[in-house]
Structure formats: structure tokens, C-alpha cells
T-cell receptor, first 110, second 118 residues
Framework: EAQVTQNPRYLITVTGKKLTVTCSQNMNHEYMSWYRQDPGLGLRQIYYSMNVEVTDKGDVPEGYKVSRKEKRNFPLILESPSPNQTSLYFC?????????FGPGTRLTVT | AQTVTQSQPEMSVQEAETVTLSCTYDTSESDYYLFWYKQPPSRQMILVIRQEAYKQQNATENRFSVNFQKAAKSFSLKISDSQLGDAAMYFCAYRRAPLGSGTYKYIFGTGTRLKVLA
């Protein structure tokens, strides 16, 4: 089944404790992306990657890191999470412009 | 910079009736993609419909159709014969096409919550 998977689906952590949210797609898509969704703000793009070893900033990259060492994986790294990074996070991959989203990761930073 | 605006935070429609959700955008590009995504309570993001700016014909998918007005930079979604399962948050989104200039960022609107009344 063609899909984008994210792990974990839910995460509660404390300020400053490094975490990684994994994202994987099995559709051989070149484009992958991370978003955060906050009430009243819609989805905002954090980072995107056009291909392996090629990443670029979205609209809200501060406090986040990404890497793209393999085509199928695009992990999101929060090196020192803060409470303002509490949000719903989505990974997506894209073919010919159309994005396919993962199920989301609910992150709470206390 | 490109922007996407959804000016209706919430709308209601009676079951079996028709409703139109509004979206306007701003870009200097001539070729781009526009999308409507649906987000039900499960929070899964589901593609509803896609429009390429170079195509004159409005996209349709079953009960969903768009009114794409390029000059006015307007991209509204019409839902016909509304069903209870259509209740969701709807997001309008933009991305430039590959042969344009600028970034490949996706820009989303803030969403419209649609309620369907039985």
C-alpha cells in the first residue's frame, strides 16, 4: 500500500530533551516536506527536500533540523524542544505537485 | 511572497444542499498548482481536488468542483449534495509549477471549518 508513515504518533517530552520524528514513504517520491499545524494558522511548512541531500527552509524553520540521506526517509529533529513547538506535525511526500500526507504526530513539550 | 487567504473560518450547510468555500491567493507566477485538502476529525489530510493554472477548464471530482478564476486569483470549492461525511476542515493550498522561478514551498490557507446539518 502506498503510504507515508510517521513515528511516533504521540509524544510528550520536556523542554530541552532532543527528539526525532521519523518519516518514511514507499512511493519513490523525490519531494518530501514537514509541516506544523496550529489552531487558526493552518499548515505551515518547516522544511522541504527536493531530493537526497537537498533540503531547503520553509516558512518556520527555526528550532528544527532535517536530513535527507535516503530517498524514502526524511526525519525531523528538534535538538532543544521548547513549549512553543507543541503542535501537530505532518510529513508529506509529493509527486508532480500533489502531496500525500502522513497521519500526523501530536507533540507536547512541557 | 505568495499568500493564500481563506476568509471564512466557519460555514454551515444543510445536508443535500450546495455550499461554496472561498479561497484567494496572490502570486506573480504564471504557472502553479492549486489544491483543496480535507481534514476530518481523524486529522488525516485528504486531497479533494487539484487544479493546474495553465488549464482553463475547472477541475471536478464527483460532487466537488472548483471555480478557478486566474485573473482574479480566486479558487473556490463547490460541494454539491452535501453529506454528513463532508463535515471537516478544508484547506486551500498553492505551489508553483516546476518551470517557474522562486521556491518550491507550499502555502496553505488558514482553513474553513464546514459543518453539515442533518
Amino acid at each position: 500500500e502506498a503510504q507515508v508513515t510517521q513515528n511516533p504518533r504521540y509524544l510528550i517530552t520536556v523542554t530541552g530533551k532532543k527528539l526525532t520524528v521519523t518519516c518514511s514513504q514507499n512511493m519513490n517520491h523525490e519531494y518530501m516536506s514537514w509541516y506544523r499545524q496550529d489552531p487558526g494558522l493552518g499548515l505551515r511548512q518547516i522544511y522541504y527536500s527536493m531530493n537526497v541531500e537537498v533540503t531547503d527552509k520553509g516558512d518556520v524553520p527555526e528550532g528544527y533540523k532535517v536530513s535527507r540521506k535516503e530517498k524514502r526517509n526524511f526525519p525531523l529533529i528538534l535538538e532543544s524542544p521548547s513549549p512553543n513547538q507543541t503542535s501537530l506535525y505532518f510529513c508529506a511526500s509529493s509527486s508532480q505537485g500533489t502531496q500525500y500526507f502522513g497521519p500526523g504526530t501530536r507533540l507536547t513539550v512541557t | 511572497a505568495q499568500t493564500v487567504t481563506q476568509s471564512q473560518p466557519e460555514m454551515s450547510v444543510q445536508e443535500a444542499e450546495t455550499v461554496t468555500l472561498s479561497c484567494t491567493y496572490d502570486t506573480s507566477e504564471s504557472d502553479y498548482y492549486l489544491f483543496w485538502y480535507k481534514q476530518p476529525p481523524s486529522r488525516q489530510m485528504i486531497l479533494v481536488i487539484r487544479q493546474e493554472a495553465y488549464k482553463q477548464q475547472n477541475a471536478t471530482e464527483n460532487r466537488f468542483s472548483v471555480n478557478f478564476q486566474k485573473a482574479a486569483k480566486s479558487f473556490s470549492l463547490k460541494i454539491s449534495d452535501s453529506q454528513l461525511g463532508d463535515a471537516a476542515m478544508y484547506f486551500c493550498a498553492y505551489r508553483r509549477a516546476p518551470l517557474g522561478s522562486g521556491t518550491y514551498k507550499y502555502i496553505f490557507g488558514t482553513g474553513t471549518r464546514l459543518k453539515v446539518l442533518a
